[in-house]
């Protein structure tokens, strides 16, 4: 190596935490605070409370867990003690409302649910698909039985839903901590997963403590379910740690828009279902857009979005202004002129499908929900197969549980997921979203879905797979 560029490297490792000339640190997983006499009289003991389940997320995933442990409990007179913490201030908080729900799993967790007032009643009336030019649109005929087919399935906003949920799961028993993030996991000496600890409180900005500083709390369970939803931070490490995905294909991932708009109500189409690909992505950019109306409380709401594959090529895309020019299409702006834009939001989605699904247990600990790559890409959803994830393993977990348990090793859970509706429509299902990453793009998806998903139902002997990691796919700035 050469010297001057050696004595950089040198330098600057031992600059790497000097901020205005002080030390400070990062996390305390990359630089423990054992190195820094700043915490050396601090005291680091954390309280502890033990339950038999803890649960990471207080999504669709993680509540219909909680809700089904608490049934499973009420129907054999036994006590399970179930703990979910939730980062949002709220449950919902972080939950983006509009979406299209397959009711399946709430059929099966609360076959009542219509006599319970549920906040599920705008049911999908008309539904429509288009390609998309920069002034055009051009209606594809609509396919009965096709992915994107809604006949049956309900317009809800999931934040009112998942709010919902919880306030059920309280009900029953589940303690529910809102505004508490899980910071990291526990383990047991043998390796298995001990349950999770809060995030401390009281630290300054440069790393130091405050005099206010609290411990997190160390919550340990029998078995910990996490459902944090897509990337989520512990489940990454999780997935690191005990290399989950070494048998699967790299997750690829959708980057996504989404806003809800109050609009004039000459302009709305209660329970109208619309999807459109094309403008304003190019061929070498897979993605599409969506656009939902409900009525909900009298109110006349759209809600829209577009995802973007994050497989793109342009390496200068703004993705922010994507939307902004597919909000201004002649087609889009039509609804929204004269309207409030009252909620907005981004997030990733999972988009591997069934190729991507890693390795869902380990010892102490299983992975449901968008935390388990479950979203079935080519319809959309995830909402109903979160749902039953997280229903699934409470029906397994439980029946390992006892007074002397010390951790639950679900080995069964797996198996049983993969032998109800969400795997086998997964699988169904796994060419589709592959078979738009041509150079062609949607000309070669489109056809493909026509013939081989309708006509075939993916009985076809071959499964395309990705071999590499979708953001390395985008060109570099510097050629």
């Known amino acids: 190596m050469h010297p001057t560029l050696r004595c950089a490297l040198q330098v600057g490792k031992s600059l790497r935490h000097v901020v205005n000339g002080q ?16 915490w050396a009289r601090v005291d680091m003991k954390r309280e502890v409370e033990s339950y038999d389940i803890v649960i990471v997320g ?23 003690r179930v703990c979910v913490v939730e980062k949002g201030a709220e449950v919902g908080a972080h939950t983006l409302s509009g979406a299209v729900i397959d009711v399946r799993a709430l059929d099966e ?56 949920l919880g306030e059920k799961a309280v009900e029953m028993g589940v303690e529910i901590y809102p505004g508490i993030a899980a910071q ?40 910990t379910i996490f459902a944090e ?45 619309e999807h459109t690909i094309g403008y304003p992505l190019d061929l070498q950019s897979s993605g599409g857009s969506f656009m939902y109306h409900i009525e909900d409380n009298g109110q006349p709401l759209v809600s829209l979005g577009l995802i973007i594959g994050l497989d793109y090529k342009n390496p200068y895309k703004n993705l922010y202004q994507e939307f902004q020019l597919f909000k201004s299409h002649p087609s889009i702006r039509h609804y929204l002129e004269g309207g409030e834009r009252i909620a907005y939001g981004a997030k990733t989605v999972n988009e591997g499908g069934y190729q991507a699904v890693p390795q869902l247990t380990v010892p102490g600990a299983c992975l449901v929900g968008c935390a388990a790559g ?72 489109l056809p493909y879905t026509a013939f081989f998903y309708v006509l075939l139902r993916g009985k076809e002997p071959w499964t395309f797979k990705n071999k590499i990691e979708d953001w390395f796919q985008t060109d570099s700035a510097w050629k």
């Open 109 to 164: 967790l609360f076959p009542n649910w219509k006599e319970m007032d549920a906040p599920v009643y705008q049911k999908v009336t008309s539904q429509s698909m288009a390609i998309l030019t920069r002034n055009g649109r051009y209606a594809l005929p609509f396919v009965r039985a096709s992915p994107l087919d809604n006949t049956g399935n309900y317009i809800i906003r999931l934040g009112s839903l998942v709010k919902w």
């Open 23 to 38: 030390w400070v640190t990062t996390h305390y997983l990359k630089c423990p605070r054992e190195r820094d006499v700043r």
């Open 374 to 445: 479950l979203m079935n890409p080519a319809k959309i959803k995830g909402v109903h197969n979160a749902m039953k994830s997280g229903m699934v393993a409470a029906e397994t977990i439980v029946e390992d549980l006892g007074p002397q348990t010390r951790t639950v090793i679900p080995e069964d859970f797996e198996p049983k997921l993969y032998k109800t509706y969400v795997i086998k429509e997964m699988q169904q299902m796994r060419n589709i979203r592959p078979s738009f990453n041509s150079y062609f793009g949607w000309m070669v998806g």
């Open 58 to 80: 207080a999504g669709p995933a993680g509540l219909s867990s909680a809700i089904r442990f608490k049934q499973i409990s009420k129907d054999k007179n036994i006590d399970i």
């Open 229 to 273: 939803g897509c990337r989520g931070h512990l489940t990454s490490f999780l997935m690191e740690k005990y290399r989950l995905q070494e048998e699967c294909v790299p997750m690829t991932y959708g980057l996504g828009f989404k806003e809800l708009w109050l609009i004039d109500k000459s302009k709305h189409i209660p329970g109208y279902v």
């Open 184 to 223: 990291e996991i526990l383990f047991h000496e043998d390796e298995s997963v001990k349950g999770i600890a809060t995030a401390d409180v009281g630290i300054m900005k440069d790393g130091a403590p405050k005099k206010s500083f609290q411990r997190g709390m160390e919550l340990q369970a029998k078995c």
